[in-house]
């Protein structure tokens, strides 16, 4: 199957700094990827849609100036959390779908840690 | 909000034994999907069936989809220690961007050897 690469797989950073999550297609063009957020033992809820050459689009109560996407090319999107702070504290994975191909193929999610 | 909900929460069974999950959802979808999780792990898509589709097998799994109901089950026979992890259901939309998923609130399950 398709494989999707997510880095770092945990980070630990002070609070104000910023911090930037790799997302990379290996072995496909990932036309659309898209970004979550996990809490302990909870869903995952869909933060934003991120397509290859266009701006990302926000899920409502998501601030898109706080959770920074690019998708530069058709094999990597990024998530940069800037100015981060204890609650933004979670789990994030990213997931990448080719075309009209409709299951999504994730990533191995980040655990970051906000102190 | 459009989320689904999973039942039950968590599950404990013996190895051997089935293991039977259900999904409620609440829009009309293009198709149903379920994934599994282990803990601190991605997601790996396990199966798809679509609106039109009753039920879908794939190996020791087995789903059902009732689209009046707006509901679906995930059924895994002989289950074993290493089926241990979250199973969420995750529907696309009937509309729009098919790959643009909803995902159930999850199921816990594990199977003690």
């Known amino acids: 199957g398709a494989v999707v690469s997510q880095h770092p797989s945990r980070v630990i950073c002070k609070s104000g700094t910023s911090v930037k999550i790799e997302c990379r297609s290996l072995?496909?063009?990932?036309?659309?990827m898209f970004w979550y957020r996990q809490f302990p033992k909870q869903s995952l809820m869909l933060m934003a849609t991120?397509?290859?050459?266009?701006?990302?689009?926000?899920e409502q109560g998501v601030e898109k100036d706080k959770f920074l996407i690019n998708h530069a090319s058709l094999t990597l999107s990024t998530l940069t959390v800037t100015s981060a702070h204890p609650e933004d504290s979670s789990f994030y994975i990213c997931?990448?779908?080719?075309?009209?191909?409709?299951?999504?193929?994730f990533g191995s999610g980040t655990q970051l840690s906000v102190l | 909000s459009q989320q689904g909900e999973e039942d039950p929460q968590a599950l404990s069974i013996q190895e051997g034994e089935n293991a039977t999950m259900n999904c409620s959802y609440k829009?009309?979808?293009?198709?149903l999907q379920w994934y599994r999780q282990n803990s601190g792990r991605g997601l790996v898509h396990l199966i798809l069936?679509?609106?039109?589709?009753r039920e879908k097998h794939s190996g020791r799994l087995r789903v059902t989809l009732d689209t009046s109901k707006k509901s679906s089950s995930l059924l895994i026979t002989a289950s074993r220690a290493a089926d241990t992890a979250s199973y969420f259901c995750?529907?696309?939309?009937?509309?729009?961007?098919?790959?643009?998923?909803?995902f159930g609130t999850g199921t816990l399950l594990a199977v003690q050897p």
């Open positions: 995750a529907t696309a939309p009937n509309r729009g961007a098919t790959n643009k998923l909803i």
């Open positions: 072995d496909f063009q990932a036309t659309t």
């Open positions: 991120s397509n290859e050459g266009s701006k990302a689009t926000y």
């Open positions: 829009t009309s979808i293009n198709n």
């Open positions: 997931s990448a779908s080719s075309g009209s191909n409709e299951k999504l193929f």
């Open positions: 069936i679509r609106s039109n589709e």
